[in-house]
Nanobody, 115 residues
C-alpha cells in the first residue's frame, strides 16, 4: 500500500507561482513512477506531468516551459513548481503513484488562478 498526501494549493493571481508537494509513505520502494494530474470542473482528469524513479520528466504540452516536476527520493516527496499560472490552470491537482500492481491517488489539492 502507498499513501499520498498533497499540499501547497491555493489562490493565486494570473502570472503567479505555486509549488505543490506530494508526500508518499508506505511501500515506497514499489513505486515505479509518479505523476501529477488535474481535473477542472466539468472536465476529465488529465495528466499534467510525470517523473520516473530516476528523475526523467514528461510534460503535457499545455504546461511545458511553465511547470517543473521533481522528485526527492530521500524525502519520499514529489513536487510540482508552477510558474506563470493562468485561469486555465484552475483545477484540483492530484498526485499519482504507479507500482507494478497498483495505482494510487492522493486526495487532491485545489489550485485557483484568479484576479
Amino acid at each position: 500500500q502507498v499513501q499520498l498526501v498533497e499540499s501547497g494549493g491555493g489562490l493565486v493571481q494570473p502570472g503567479g507561482s505555486l509549488r505543490l508537494s506530494c508526500a508518499a509513505s508506505g511501500d515506497i520502494l514499489s513505486i515505479r513512477f509518479m505523476a501529477w494530474y488535474r481535473q477542472a470542473p466539468g472536465s476529465q482528469r488529465e495528466l499534467v506531468a510525470s517523473i520516473t524513479r530516476g528523475g526523467s520528466p514528461n510534460y503535457a504540452d499545455s504546461v511545458k516551459g511553465r511547470f517543473t516536476i521533481s522528485r526527492d527520493n530521500a524525502e519520499n516527496t514529489m513536487y510540482l513548481q508552477m510558474n506563470n499560472l493562468n485561469a486555465e490552470d484552475t483545477a484540483v491537482y492530484y498526485c499519482n503513484a504507479d507500482t507494478w500492481t497498483n495505482n494510487y491517488w492522493g486526495q487532491g489539492t485545489q489550485v485557483t488562478v484568479s484576479s
